[in-house]
C-alpha cells in the first residue's frame, strides 16, 4: 500500500489543491465589487431582527432598504431571505458589521466548518491500521475540493453548518453515542437546512435507532422553540408561506430529484408529482440503507454515504452549495474502503477508492455544469443522475460486502491448508 500511495496521494493532493485555489482565485475575484452574494437575504434578515422589526424578516421590500443602505451592490439588492427564522438570529452579530465584510467573515466562517466537519469524520472513520498521513491528507483535500466547496465559499450559504452537524454525529455513531449523534443532527439541520436531512432522519428510522431519532426531534424542538421565542409565531408563519411559494424552489435549477423533471417538462403538476414520487422512492432507500446499517454495523460507512447522497436528492431545494454535505460522507466511505481493500490484499487505491473518487468528479462537474441553469428540455439537470450514480456505488459496498468478506476468508483458509499429499 506504502509504495503505490506514494505516488498516487500526492497526485490527488496536488489536483485538489490547484481546484481550490481556483475557487480562491474566483472569490478574491469577486471582493472589489462588494459582493454579498447569498448571505444578503441572511444579513438584511439579521438586521431587521435586531431593530425590532421581526414581522419583517421575509418582506422582501424591507430587506432590500436594509441592503441599499449599506452600500450593497444593485444587483444584489433582490436576494431574499429563505431560511429558518433561527438562522437571522444566529447571523445576527455579523448584522453590526457592514454586508461587504460580513459577507467575507460568513464566507470564511462556512468554510472552515466544512474543514473541520472533514478533520472531525476523518478522525473518527475506520482506517487502516498505520495508514500514511498523506493518504489521509489527500482523501480529505479531494472531499473538500468538491464544487459544492467552491460554491458554498463564494455564495456565503449556510451549509457548513449543517455538514459540521453531520460530521459530528457520525462521531458520535462511532462512539455509540445515539442519543448525542441525533442532537447534532437534528439541531444543526433545523438552523437553515432541514430539508436535506430528509433521508438521514429516515436511515435512522431504517436502523431503528431510536435514540437517535428522539435526539432529533430534541434538537430540531429546541430550534423551533428557539424560533417561537426569539421571532414569534409570525415569524414561523411567514416563514411557511415563503417555503410553500413556487419561486422557493424553482424546478427547473433545482439539482435534486424535483429539478430532474422540472427540467425536462417545466414547473408542471406532472413534474411536481413526479419529483415527489422520486423523493419518496429515494427516502426508502436511504430506510433500506439503514436496515442494512443495522444487520452488520460494518457497513455503517457505505451505507450512511449512500443515504445521505439519496437524502440530497430526495430534497425538494438543492443546489450546488448542498453538495458540501457529501464531503464528510465521501470521507467516511473512503476510510472503510481502505480497509476493505486491505482484507482483499489490494494496493490503495483499489478499484472501489478510485471508483468513489471517480463518481465524487462526476457528481462536481455535473453540478458545475446545472448551476445557474433554468432550460427546459433535454438534457435536463444531469446533477440528479450523478447523486444516484453516488448513492449506486455506497450502496454496491454495502450488498457486496458479505460475499468481499467471505471470499477473504475462503483464501485465507485456502493459504493456510496444508498441501495434499502426492
Known amino acids: 500500500m506504502i509504495v503505490r500511495s506514494r505516488l498516487v496521494a500526492p497526485l490527488l493532493l496536488g489536483i485538489a489543491a490547484l481546484v481550490l485555489v481556483q475557487y480562491g482565485r474566483i472569490w478574491v475575484d469577486a471582493q472589489p465589487l462588494a459582493r454579498t452574494s447569498d448571505f444578503a437575504g441572511t444579513y438584511a434578515a439579521s438586521t431587521l431582527w435586531r431593530q425590532g422589526e421581526t414581522g419583517k424578516l421575509y418582506s422582501g421590500p424591507a430587506e432590500q432598504q436594509v441592503l441599499a443602505r449599506t452600500g450593497t451592490p444593485l444587483s444584489h439588492l433582490d436576494i431574499p431571505f429563505e431560511n429558518p427564522p433561527a438562522a437571522a438570529v444566529v447571523a445576527a452579530p455579523l448584522s453590526l458589521l457592514d454586508s461587504a465584510t460580513a459577507y467575507r467573515v460568513w464566507a470564511w466562517l462556512q468554510l472552515l466548518l466544512v474543514i473541520a466537519a472533514i478533520v472531525v469524520a476523518a478522525r473518527a472513520a475506520p482506517w487502516p491500521a498505520r495508514t500514511p498521513h498523506w493518504v489521509k491528507a489527500s482523501v480529505g483535500a479531494v472531499a473538500l475540493a468538491g464544487f459544492g466547496t467552491g460554491a458554498l465559499w463564494i455564495e456565503g450559504q449556510w451549509d457548513g453548518l449543517s455538514v459540521l452537524g453531520l460530521a459530528l ?3 458520535a455513531w462511532r462512539a455509540d453515542r445515539r442519543l448525542a449523534a441525533g442532537l447534532a443532527i437534528g439541531a444543526t439541520s433545523a438552523i437553515a437546512k432541514p430539508h436535506l436531512v430528509i433521508g438521514v432522519v429516515c436511515f435512522m428510522a431504517g436502523r431503528r435507532d431510536w435514540r437517535a431519532l428522539f435526539g ?5 424542538g429546541a430550534t423551533v422553540v428557539f424560533s417561537l421565542a426569539t421571532v414569534g409565531t409570525s415569524g414561523i408563519a411567514a416563514f411557511a408561506s415563503v417555503v410553500f411559494s413556487p419561486a422557493y424552489s424553482p424546478l427547473t435549477q433545482m439539482q435534486g430529484a424535483s429539478g430532474l423533471f422540472g427540467s425536462w417538462l417545466g414547473p408542471t403538476q406532472l413534474a411536481y408529482m413526479l419529483g415527489l414520487s422520486a423523493s419518496l422512492a429515494a427516502a426508502a432507500a436511504a430506510a433500506a440503507l439503514g436496515t442494512a446499517a443495522r444487520r452488520r454495523s460494518s457497513v455503517l460507512e457505505p451505507a450512511l454515504a449512500g443515504a445521505v447522497a439519496l437524502s440530497l436528492f430526495a430534497s425538494p431545494h438543492l443546489l450546488s452549495h448542498d453538495l458540501t454535505m457529501l464531503a464528510p460522507a465521501l470521507v467516511i466511505g473512503l ?7 486491505g482484507r482483499r490484499a489490494l494496493r ?8 468513489a473518487i471517480a463518481a465524487w468528479v462526476v457528481l462536481s462537474l455535473a453540478s458545475q455544469r446545472d448551476l445557474g441553469n433554468g432550460t427546459v428540455g433535454g438534457p435536463g439537470r444531469i ?20 460475499s ?7 483464501r485465507s483458509a485456502s493459504l493456510s491448508r496444508p498441501p495434499a499429499a502426492m
Do not use: D, I, K
Not at 476510510?335 to 481493500?341: L, V
Not at 446533477?383 to 460486502?401: D, E, I, K, Q, Y
Open 335 to 341: 476510510a472503510w474502503m481502505a480497509g476493505e481493500e
Open 383 to 402: 446533477t440528479p443522475f450523478a447523486l444516484l450514480l453516488v448513492a449506486s456505488v455506497w450502496g454496491l459496498c454495502v450488498a457486496m460486502t458479505r
Open 216 to 220: 432529533f426531534a430534541m434538537g430540531a
Open 348 to 355: 490503495w487505491p483499489g478499484p472501489g477508492t478510485l471508483s
Open 169 to 171: 454525529a457520525y462521531a
Open 404 to 410: 468481499w468478506r467471505h471470499g477473504a476468508v475462503g
